[in-house]
């Protein structure tokens, strides 16, 4: 999105005009510099000139005056770019000391500079999603855990599935949103539960789920390592072929159970291949609507700068453009958090 309103904002309607009129891009010599200053900023130099150029019109050579940006200080006599339409001097001149910003204006490609920075978002953006996780399978999360030996297994049945308000939240704060999560019961009389997604639906998964025999995951902290963190990244696999990820802790908040060490490996025993179980809830209006409506405002800011708007206005239907998917999340966000609150008792349960 930035680099569309980036195209948008770069090019020049003057530009496209001149073009149009059969103009194009050639050098020109600089008669006479009236001004140059050296701009100091943090993270460019430049000059910044005054000076007047000779364009060779049809009708005859004309001294033009023009104001650009030069890495190196300008004399008279060197050569500059100009943009012009020979046979019609009317519609100005268009002068730069980088070919390449005049190409930019009329639809040319970006400069070298904004190419490199495009490219090294992609790859720093591939370099994260590889680093944490963005292309294992199942053993995503746990992985780090398996390698080190640190990853406990514990067969469990499924009692239940509910929601209850989240006092403490994983990073230590103290926010109380509708959390689903599943409850579940060890064969030694372990009482534990798994905190899931808000997005997870618990109508749907309780439809899958409850009373199955399962197999849980989690990866066993040092109490050094997470101070104060009653919750373990957890994973239950189901008749070893789909799982549900989550967080661990214990009904009563106790510690978690010791569990059996996993051997040491790169992948859960029940191989890279789970499922997920599909728990996205279907189609809501009362929940999605409005980010989706959110969506298309955003869309159609796009829509409207491609079909071509002034600077102000690109400028703010760029703003539009930004805000609409951060409005869309906090829509359903609300949305699905009262969702989640039908679920909740009357009185309200604490995971604690």
Same mark, same amino acid.
């Given at each position: ?100 910003? *005049? ?5 040319? !490609? @970006? ?6 920075? /495009?490219? =090294? &978002?992609? $790859? ?91 197999? *849980? ?5 040092? !109490? @050094? ?6 919750? /373990?990244? =957890? &994973?239950? $696999? ?107 008792? /009357? ?6």
């Amino acid at each position: 999105m930035g680099l569309f309103f980036y195209a948008a904002l770069a090019s020049s309607p003057e530009a496209s005009r001149i073009a149009e009129a059969g103009g194009g891009i050639r050098a020109v010599s600089v008669q006479k510099v009236l001004s140059s200053e050296y701009v100091r900023k943090k993270h460019s130099r430049h000059y910044s000139v005054v000076a007047r150029v000779s364009v060779p019109f049809e009708a005859g050579p004309r001294s033009t005056r023009a104001e650009f940006d030069s890495d190196s200080e300008v004399g008279r006599g060197d050569k500059v770019w100009a943009l012009y339409a020979p046979s019609s001097a009317g519609l100005g001149v268009l002068v730069e000391s980088d070919r390449e910003v *005049l190409e930019e204006k009329v639809g040319g !490609p @970006a400069q070298w500079s904004i190419q490199v920075s /495009a490219l =090294a &978002m992609v $790859v720093i953006t591939l370099g994260v999603g590889i680093l944490f996780g963005g292309f294992s399978k199942a053993s995503r999360g746990m992985r780090g855990a398996l390698r080190k030996g640190r990853c406990r297994t514990l067969p469990v049945m499924v009692d239940g599935v509910e929601v209850a308000l989240e006092r403490n939240s994983p990073k230590g704060g103290t926010s109380r949103r509708p959390m689903p999560r599943l409850t579940l019961a060890g064969r030694a009389g372990e009482r534990l539960v798994v905190l899931l997604d808000p997005v997870v639906d618990p109508a749907h998964l309780s439809r899958e789920i409850i009373g199955c025999q399962a197999q *849980l995951y989690w990866r066993a902290f040092r !109490p @050094a390592d997470r101070p104060g963190t009653p919750y /373990a990244p =957890a &994973m239950l $696999v189901l008749d070893g072929q789909r799982c549900v990820r989550g967080r661990l802790g214990t009904a009563d908040g106790d510690g978690l159970p010791e569990g059996v060490p996993v051997p040491v490996s790169r992948d859960l025993p029940e191989g890279d291949g789970l499922r997920a179980i599909r728990t996205l809830p279907a189609w809501d209006p009362k929940i999605h609507a409005p980010g989706l409506w959110s969506l298309l405002a955003g869309v159609l800011a796009l829509a409207l700068v491609a079909s071509g708007t002034g600077r102000v206005v690109t400028l703010i239907l760029c703003a539009a453009a930004c805000v609409a998917p951060a409005g869309a999340r906090g829509w359903v966000k609300s949305r699905r958090n009262r969702y989640l609150q039908g679920y909740l008792p /009357a009185s309200g349960a604490d995971i604690r």
